[in-house]
């Protein structure tokens, strides 16, 4: 499996959404990723970071609140919000950065 570093210096874009379990926004962002996930099949990749279990990677980007959402393409960061993100949103900033 590839690491995290390997996968966001892709060419393609990722979009990493930055969750923990406990977290309410968290719950109402992962049905919208998942619909996206189908849309862009293939254009782009999503990523889940569970901040609970990778501080690291949390404390790298200096990702404070979540759910955190970084949209990277070859290890740069295009993009970021905190709070929940609308799926249109989304995929327009994904088609901007193919």
């Not at 990523?47 to 955190?68: C, E, F, H, M, W």
Request: hydrophobic share 40%; charged share 25%.
């Amino acid at each position: 499996m590839a690491s995290f570093k390997e996968i966001i210096n892709s060419g393609v874009p990722v979009l990493v959404d930055f969750h923990a379990d406990w977290c309410g926004p968290c719950h109402m962002q992962a049905p919208i990723l998942e619909e996206l996930s189908k849309e862009i099949q293939g254009k782009a990749k999503i990523l889940k970071v569970d901040v609970d279990k990778n501080q690291s990677a949390a404390a790298t980007y200096g990702v404070r609140s979540i759910p955190t959402l970084i949209l990277f393409k070859n290890g740069e960061i295009k993009w970021r919000q905190a709070g929940v993100a609308q799926k249109e949103t989304l995929k327009s900033l994904i088609e901007q950065n193919i």
